[in-house]
């Protein structure tokens, strides 16, 4: 399992090095699946977490077929939408990853330090970015599947249907 997501982490870091913005055509096809303050959201993340929000809702949308529903997209749209507010870039993200994965995030929060600081606000960018989600009036749906998506544990507690469970991870594991 390790070795699966350090592949995935590894083509997302260099993916997103990559500074080119989303085709004109993908961001219309976005903003017209999000609601008014879920399209604030989107427009706070850098280019390469737009692209990859698009490529996931995109195979939601192609796995879920007649079950698609602006909802389940919307979900996918925004489940990284808290990552903003470490205010974090690809490089630094990385090494942000490294550290939660070997050293974890005790101790973080209280710290003085700008680094530790932004990598503790990393690390809760689930629940933060379900805050943010509510807080603009968005989608029920996409606030608990940003605070839920990087936890399996709590995919349950979503009450999605499985299928719906089921395209949201493989489509956001390329």
Not at 15 to 20: G, K
Not at 49 to 54: E, G, N, S, T
Not at 76 to 95: E, M, N, T
């Amino acid at each position: 399992m390790k070795l699966r997501r350090f592949r995935h982490l590894s083509k997302r870091f260099f993916v997103a090095l990559w500074p080119v913005a989303p085709s004109s055509q993908d961001l219309e096809w976005a903003e017209s699946l999000l609601w008014e303050g879920e399209r604030g959201l989107f427009a706070t993340l850098p280019n390469h977490d737009q692209r990859h929000l698009i490529g996931v809702a995109r195979r939601v949308d192609a796995s879920l077929g007649d079950l698609s529903e602006e909802r389940w997209i919307a979900a996918a749209l925004l489940h990284d939408v808290g990552k903003a507010q470490s205010g974090l870039g690809p490089i630094r993200r990385a090494f942000a990853t490294i550290w939660i994965e070997l050293k974890g995030v005790d101790g973080l929060a209280l710290s003085q330090r700008a680094w530790s600081r932004r990598v503790y606000v990393y690390s809760q960018h689930p629940s933060l970015g379900c805050e943010d989600i509510r807080s603009c009036g968005g989608h029920e749906e996409a606030a608990l599947w940003a605070k839920a998506h990087d936890d399996p544990k709590q995919w349950s507690a979503t009450g999605f249907p499985s299928a719906v469970i089921d395209a949201l991870t493989k489509s956001d594991d390329d």
